[in-house]
């Protein structure tokens, strides 16, 4: 059980360290890209998910094998559920708020639908960065 709790830890760590260098320092760069935005903001897609698909995979693996850990009384439940839903809330904004606003941007810049993303990124960050407390309190409780 160790190593899947640091394992889940390195990997949750690795998504927030990520979130947070993508909310204050990518997504803040995207208003200075001025011509040929659509394009850069369709290359930034491609290659944003090379590494957050990575992440969410790992997480989603860890996160599935503590619950059912969880559910037989093997770790404890809190810090597991915890994170499951700090995980849970991440992919939903993704999925429901920020892969929508990355589509409307796609189309050319739009500065209401990149202050609506810098809003959806930090509920990602204060999310991932709870995610991280939580795998923590996981490996140390």
Do not use: I, K
């Amino acid at each position: 059980m160790t190593a899947l709790a640091v394992t889940h830890l390195v990997l949750v760590a690795a998504y927030a360290g990520f979130q947070w260098t993508v909310r204050v320092l990518v997504y803040p760069q995207f208003a200075g890209v001025g011509a040929g935005f659509a394009a850069y903001e369709r290359a930034h897609q491609q290659r944003v998910t090379r590494v957050v698909g990575p992440l969410f995979a790992g997480q989603g693996v860890t996160t599935v094998w503590l619950l059912v850990l969880a559910l037989r009384g093997a770790v404890p439940a809190g810090p597991v559920l915890a994170g499951a839903g700090c995980l849970a809330v991440v992919l939903g904004v993704t999925a429901l708020a920020a892969v929508p606003l990355h589509r409307v941007l796609d189309s050319g810049w739009d500065a209401g639908a990149h202050r609506r993303l810098l809003r959806v990124d930090t509920v990602r960050v204060v999310a991932a960065t709870a995610g991280v407390l939580a795998a923590g309190w996981l490996v140390l409780g």
